[in-house]
């Protein structure tokens, strides 16, 4: 657990790694040659920003069509059918050097599709070998016994890191599937875990809402000799509260931290408990340093509007390092990743306006849910893009480009922008999109912002069996990152919805999947013959 003197201590003892991110494109602790997609939202820091995408832009995009959907053998459980996907080019197969992308099922099977054809190169079942047990929310949607990490992919030594429904960590070989060690109990068995992510030889996950028994928290485990694994545990509650539910997981900044958001549940940091905060560890020891608690936690508390439904966003900016993090109650906080919440850990650098959930509803799929996007332009200046559920508040500032009503949902873009007065980071309005229907986390590629319409019944209230009545098919939409303009729809492609997902663009191609288990491959349409 958390304790003062280990903040104190901790935060003495770091020295600041990282001075100035802005002049460079350091987004990933992991190794993304070509235009690999290794990770959920790209990067280690959850940027979203495909950087090394050169074939996709603004003037192409409209040429985009649907290459194929494949339908993997995967039974969808509740809400849960597979993964985000992740991608890697030029792996090594039994069929040769192939593009592959990598989805996990639900109910306990790794595939890998060949993306020029969608054919399965591999698969491979993870399979369990204890069985859940009952009580609390297990077996819901919230604790659906199955795969829920989004995995991550290793090109140091071509091998992609999953976690089995119970537990086990497993690394399979990029282009066979093979296991390439005995797996390894990383974390209780049938606890919800978050996407994967990865640093060196160091693989992390965020736990959440006391599935499996485990108390919420950041736990990584280093396999630099899988014969004497080092786990460890960075615990921020005693009870089933203060999950790190964002669908990103651990962030691992360039700074030496691992960042997260933390759900709702009480404040006591005597306790060992820190709900409704933005909190920080070392990257090794998963050492307590740091926090942000906002001012307005006991009323993020009692209406369920925490955190935690978002992971946090790591970039650099004028030579600091800064958080982006938001909530359910649509308000967006920008942090000095270097000292959350400054002296009394509750002054954020900046605070939004309320930009969503003008209600304050929770768990209608209003505010703030999965993560931000940011990137930078050929300028130089560095965007912040911001899924939003529902329509906009009467609060949020006014949009110099708006491109039409958005009742259920839109995508809004700011370009973090220097207070005159204070030269401190604030978001300055630039676009707001068209209407989206539940929009999941961006992903950003040479000026083209991709996004996914979900579909989805958000609405948590009335019962699970509610939530699959009144639906809509996903769609994927290609925008013009600066102004918002749609460049591409993908129109009825998709068979049915998707629930807590993301995309991946890589080397040309844009990858989805949707709630039947099928996944998706947009790619530009084929030159025609002469």
């Known amino acids: 657990m958390l304790k003062l003197s280990h903040l104190r201590r901790a935060r003495r003892s770091l020295t600041r790694v990282c001075a100035d991110l802005s002049a460079v494109v350091l987004l990933t602790a992991i190794a ?60 090594s197969t039994v069929k040769g050097v192939k593009n592959v992308v990598y989805v996990s099922g639900i109910g306990g099977t790794v595939f890998a599709l060949e993306t020029e054809t969608g054919e399965v190169v591999w ?112 615990l921020f509650s005693n009870t089933d509260t203060a999950g790190l539910w964002g669908r990103g997981g651990a962030v691992i900044g360039a700074n030496g931290r691992v ?98 959930n003008a209600s304050d509803i929770c768990c209608a799929g209003l505010g703030i ?18 899924p939003m559920g529902g329509p906009i508040a009467p609060t949020a500032p006014l949009f110099p480009l708006a491109n039409g009503d958005a009742p259920h949902g839109s995508v809004m873009a700011f370009l973090v922008m220097e207070d005159p007065k204070t030269q401190k980071p604030v978001l300055d309005p630039q676009w707001i999109s068209g209407d989206f229907n539940i929009p999941d986390p961006s992903a950003i590629a040479n000026g083209v912002l991709f996004a996914l319409a979900t579909g989805e019944n958000a609405n948590q209230h009335g019962g699970e069996a509610q939530r699959f009545k009144n639906t809509q098919p996903a769609v994927l939409r290609a925008l013009d990152a600066y102004t918002g303009k749609e460049l591409f729809n993908s129109g009825s492609a998709f068979t049915t919805w998707v629930h807590f997902s993301g995309l991946a663009v890589s080397n ?18 084929a030159p025609a013959s002469r």
């Not at 009692?302 to 982006?324: C, E, H, Q, V």
């Not at 849910?369 to 911001?386: E, F, K």
């Open 259 to 356: 960042y997260g958001n933390t759900a709702d549940g009480k404040f006591n940091m005597q306790l060992g408990d820190y709900s409704n905060t933005v909190i920080s560890v070392s990257q090794h020891q998963l050492d307590a340093i740091d926090y942000y608690l906002p001012p307005n936690w006991v009323y993020l508390d009692k209406k369920d509007l925490d955190l935690g439904a978002t992971s946090p966003t790591y970039f650099g900016w004028k030579g600091r390092n800064l958080i982006a993090a938001a909530s359910k109650e649509a308000v967006i906080y920008l942090l000095d990743a270097d000292s959350l919440g400054g002296k009394d850990h509750q002054t954020a650098l900046y605070t939004s306006p309320k930009l969503g």
């Open 369 to 386: 849910w999965g993560a931000m996007s940011t990137a930078r332009d050929a300028q130089g200046r560095t965007w912040l893009y911001v």
């Open 32 to 91: 993304a040659p070509a235009a690999d997609w290794p990770t959920f939202g790209h990067d280690s820091q959850r940027s979203g920003w495909a950087a090394e995408e050169r074939t996709l832009s603004a003037a192409n995009v409209s040429g985009l069509e649907l290459k194929w959907k494949t339908k993997v053998k995967n039974e969808s459980y509740s809400l849960s059918a597979l993964t985000p996907p992740v991608a890697a080019g030029n792996v």
């Open 123 to 234: 698969s491979h079942s993870l399979p369990t070998h204890t069985t859940p047990k009952p009580g609390g929310f297990q077996g819901t949607f919230l604790c659906p016994n199955g795969i829920t990490a989004t995995p991550v992919i290793d090109r140091h030594t071509e091998t992609l890191y999953e976690l089995s429904a119970d537990g086990l960590l497993y690394g399979l070989d990029l282009g066979s599937g093979r296991p390439r060690f005995a797996p390894i109990q990383f974390v209780p068995p049938f606890s919800k875990m978050l996407s994967l992510n990865l640093s060196g030889s160091t693989i992390y996950t965020t736990l959440t809402q006391g599935c499996g028994g485990a108390l919420s928290g950041i736990y990584s485990i280093d396999i630099s000799d899988p014969h004497r694994p080092v786990i460890r545990e960075a």
């Open 508 to 525: 040309g191609q844009v990858f989805a999947v949707d709630h039947d288990s099928n996944v998706y491959c947009f790619g530009l349409k």
